[in-house]
């Protein structure tokens, strides 16, 4: 019944674009009993805003994700409010609440470690106050107005359903509630357009596809292709945030394989993406098996280190510059440690990672010089490092992959997961400690 009504006032197109246009001002409300998100669905504190905003006179609405995941029964990380309340009067509705950004207005209300992000609903694209760049990026956006414009403010249709608290009906302006039901991914406006105002957008497009299986569509296949540099003037920092959304999401390995094929990749990560075509290592695979793996503890619902697919990304790049120095004369170790500075600071230029896993990524890297020293209490003091077990399952990975490392692999293998009896023979098998030097005798005294 819905995708009759849908298809007879035209929101059910298929092409991959929907006009932003003014021409469906009436949405299709489409209620509790056929859409079937349940409250129970929806995290408790998610809950309290949604009913403490409605509580206190204002429109209040689930949006963006959590309703796209709900519907395509996956379970949302996090979930956002949509309401018609300024960020200041949020403010005074939650004791807990604490106002972000610059670009745009956000409420953020905090409840321990979880927090629910409240935005304001924006207004008309037109407006005086909404600033761009030469290139069409919006630089400010804070320009308040109504659900029915900040519908078509949004990027794709399946991200523009409004769960409406009030009577848990579904409002649904764009046609998004087919297009989820029809795996279709449908950018609102024109794609070049948008990209040019948020060059994320190209990010998202691919983190959703691979995210829910979607396939992207020529429509925005092809401005992504042409509008990739643009990505050089989203923040850093920003880019971080989104490469680990990506890499996360539990389809790393598919956003991998689709930012290589749309050209997004080297634009995150040039270093390596140039090394991927001048050498012969296997960075290839080693990208492909982290990538993998993450995306089963991922599903496996197991946590995931962002320092190790950092130290993958950048590993083979290291390794080549260490080379370098090492050709030149400087010794392994310090060639290593410089090689790893060089390298962090020219990936900053494009992606800005923060201290705390640039730290963890480092002591991966260096960990698996030490992998070599195996003699005397070397070996226990390894054990004992903080970051020996990423490091471990590092140089696993190298094996598997194809570097020249399967025997030192294999021994630490057999030594983590051996008993004692077995440890005792492994170190034996390795000739034992080493000599210790005779100290040498200090000159006699005798006159």
């Given at each position: 019944?819905?995708?009759?009504?849908?298809?007879?006032?035209?929101?059910?197109?298929?092409?991959?674009?929907?006009?932003?246009?003014?021409?469906?001002?009436?949405?299709?409300?489409?209620?509790?009993?056929?859409?079937?998100?349940?409250?129970?669905?929806?995290?408790?504190?998610?809950?309290?805003?949604?009913?403490?905003?409605?509580?206190?006179?204002?429109?209040?609405?689930?949006?963006?994700?959590?309703?796209?995941?709900?519907?395509?029964?996956?379970?949302?990380?996090?979930?956002?409010?949509?309401?018609?309340?300024?960020?200041?009067?949020?403010?005074?509705?939650?004791?807990?609440?604490?106002?972000?950004?610059?670009?745009?207005?956000?409420?953020?209300?905090?409840?321990?470690?979880?927090?629910?992000?409240?935005?304001?609903?924006?207004?008309?694209?037109?407006?005086?106050?909404?600033?761009?760049?030469?290139?069409?990026?919006?630089?400010?956006?804070?320009?308040?107005?109504?659900?029915?414009?900040?519908?078509?403010?949004?990027?794709?249709?399946?991200?523009?359903?409004?769960?409406?608290?009030?009577?848990?009906?579904?409002?649904?302006?764009?046609?998004?509630?087919?297009?989820?039901?029809?795996?279709?991914?449908?950018?609102?406006?024109?794609?070049?357009?948008?990209?040019?105002?948020?060059?994320?957008?190209?990010?998202?497009?691919?983190?959703?596809?691979?995210?829910?299986?979607?396939?992207?569509?020529?429509?925005?296949?092809?401005?992504?292709?042409?509008?990739?540099?643009?990505?050089?003037?989203?923040?850093?920092?920003?880019?971080?945030?989104?490469?680990?959304?990506?890499?996360?999401?539990?389809?790393?390995?598919?956003?991998?394989?689709?930012?290589?094929?749309?050209?997004?990749?080297?634009?995150?990560?040039?270093?390596?993406?140039?090394?991927?075509?001048?050498?012969?290592?296997?960075?290839?695979?080693?990208?492909?098996?982290?990538?993998?793996?993450?995306?089963?503890?991922?599903?496996?619902?197991?946590?995931?280190?962002?320092?190790?697919?950092?130290?993958?990304?950048?590993?083979?790049?290291?390794?080549?510059?260490?080379?370098?120095?090492?050709?030149?004369?400087?010794?392994?170790?310090?060639?290593?440690?410089?090689?790893?500075?060089?390298?962090?600071?020219?990936?900053a230029k494009y992606i800005s990672i923060p201290k705390r896993i640039v730290q963890?990524?480092?002591?991966?890297?260096?960990?698996?010089?030490?992998?070599?020293?195996?003699?005397?209490?070397?070996?226990?003091?390894?054990?004992?490092?903080?970051?020996?077990?990423?490091?471990?399952?590092?140089?696993?990975?190298?094996?598997?992959?194809?570097?020249?490392?399967?025997?030192?692999?294999?021994?630490?293998?057999?030594?983590?997961?051996?008993?004692?009896?077995?440890?005792?023979?492994?170190?034996?098998?390795?000739?034992?400690?080493?000599?210790?030097?005779?100290?040498?005798?200090?000159?006699?005294q005798d006159v």
């Amino acid at each position: 019944m819905i995708r009759a009504f849908l298809e007879k006032v035209g929101l059910l197109a298929k092409s991959g674009v929907l006009p932003q246009s003014k021409e469906f001002q009436n949405p299709v409300i489409i209620p509790r009993s056929e859409h079937g998100i349940s409250r129970k669905e929806i995290s408790e504190n998610a809950l309290k805003v949604l009913y403490r905003l409605r509580k206190h006179g204002y429109g209040a609405y689930l949006v963006g994700g959590g309703v796209r995941d709900l519907l395509l029964g996956l379970h949302p990380k996090d979930f956002d409010v949509a309401t018609d309340a300024t960020p200041e009067q949020v403010q005074r509705v939650f004791r807990n609440c604490r106002l972000i950004g610059k670009r745009f207005r956000l409420a953020h209300v905090y409840f321990g470690y979880d927090i629910v992000e409240v935005a304001t609903f924006r207004g008309a694209e037109q407006s005086e106050e909404l600033s761009h760049s030469e290139t069409g990026m919006i630089l400010r956006d804070n320009v308040y107005g109504t659900l029915a414009q900040d519908v078509w403010r949004r990027d794709f249709t399946m991200n523009a359903l409004y769960y409406n608290i009030a009577d848990f009906s579904l409002v649904d302006y764009t046609g998004g509630y087919a297009d989820i039901k029809a795996k279709r991914l449908r950018m609102i406006g024109n794609p070049s357009d948008r990209f040019r105002e948020d060059p994320v957008r190209m990010l998202r497009a691919i983190r959703f596809a691979c995210k829910v299986n979607f396939s992207i569509p020529k429509e925005l296949a092809q401005p992504i292709v042409e509008l990739k540099a643009l990505i050089s003037q989203v923040s850093a920092a920003r880019l971080f945030e989104e490469v680990m959304k990506m890499f996360h999401s539990g389809a790393a390995s598919a956003i991998y394989k689709m930012l290589t094929k749309y050209g997004l990749f080297a634009e995150l990560f040039p270093l390596t993406a140039q090394h991927l075509k001048q050498t012969s290592d296997p960075t290839e695979a080693l990208l492909s098996i982290v990538f993998e793996n993450t995306d089963k503890r991922i599903k496996e619902q197991k946590t995931v280190t962002p320092a190790f697919i950092i130290s993958a990304l950048l590993w083979h790049p290291i390794c080549l510059k260490a080379k370098t120095y090492v050709n030149e004369g400087t010794g392994p170790y310090p060639a290593q440690m410089t090689a790893i500075e060089d390298m962090l600071y020219q990936q900053a230029k494009y992606i800005s990672i923060p201290k705390r896993i640039v730290q963890g990524a480092r002591e991966i890297w260096l960990l698996q010089m030490r992998f070599a020293k195996r003699h005397g209490k070397r070996v226990t003091q390894m054990m004992s490092e903080p970051r020996f077990r990423a490091a471990y399952d590092f140089l696993l990975v190298r094996a598997q992959s194809g570097e020249n490392v399967h025997e030192l692999a294999n021994w630490w293998q057999s030594y983590v997961e051996g008993d004692s009896t077995k440890r005792r023979a492994l170190m034996k098998a390795l000739g034992g400690q080493k000599k210790r030097r005779k100290k040498r005798q200090p000159p006699s005294q005798d006159v």
